[in-house]
T-cell receptor
């Protein structure tokens, strides 16, 4: 089946540093990828839609300058949390949409970010 | 207004029995898709089943079936013959085609399977 990888799976960083998270679709091309954030015991909240070759579309309330998204190729999207602060600590998870006869959306394993 | 509503924060089911997880949605887009995902404690989102708004038949995937009632705007997940490994969070999600394909999630239902 389709696989989406995410790296790193865990990251602990100091406040003020930047963290880059990679999302890759391993066996299909994804023109669109999505980035979500999930706090403990809560649902997934969409942060932005990442489109290959164009600027990301951010959801209302998500800071574009803080959460930089780059969709460099049909299989790779990156999320950079700039100048991270403790309130940015969360579970970040990406997904890639696969079209065709079996329409679905596959998720990466997620990245747990802890900002000290 | 909530686009996707899951009214059951937690559910219990006896092993080997069937369980229904509720999901209602709200959209004016005639073209949409409904998804169910399972999220175990590890955090990964596992795709379970998909139902398109134009699909004539209810979707089924192994022990999972989706009870799609379009007029009522409900898309309940039925898990037959529950197993201990089914204990997890379950999320219903909707994709509206006029919204760029993004998924909007419900609040989730925590399912616990009792031995």
């Amino acid at each position: 089946g389709a696989v989406v990888s995410q790296h790193p799976s865990w990251v602990i960083c100091k406040s003020g540093t930047s963290v880059k998270i990679e999302c890759r679709s391993l066996d299909f091309q994804a023109t669109t990828m999505f980035w979500y954030r999930q706090f403990p015991k809560q649902s997934l909240m969409l942060m932005a839609t990442s489109n290959e070759g164009s600027k990301a579309t951010y959801e209302q309330g998500v800071e574009k300058d803080k959460f930089l998204i780059n969709h460099a190729s049909l299989t790779l999207s990156t999320l950079t949390v700039t100048s991270a602060h403790p309130e940015d600590s969360s579970f970040y998870i990406c997904s890639a949409r696969r079209g065709g006869a079996k329409e679905t959306q596959y998720f990466g394993p997620g990245t747990r970010l802890l900002v000290l | 207004a909530q686009k996707i509503t899951q009214t059951q924060p937690g559910m219990f089911v006896q092993e080997k029995e069937a369980v229904t997880l509720d999901c209602t949605y709200d959209t004016s887009d005639p073209s949409y898709g409904l998804f169910w995902y399972k999220q175990p404690s590890s955090g990964e989102m596992i795709f379970l089943i998909y139902q398109g708004s134009y699909d004539q038949q209810n979707a089924t995937e192994g022990r999972y079936s989706l009870n799609f009632q379009k007029a009522r705007k409900s898309a309940n997940l039925v898990i037959s013959a529950s197993q201990l490994g089914d204990s997890a969070m379950y999320f219903c999600a909707m994709r509206e085609e006029n919204q760029g394909g993004k998924l909007i999630f419900g609040q989730g239902t925590e399912l616990s399977v009792k031995p």
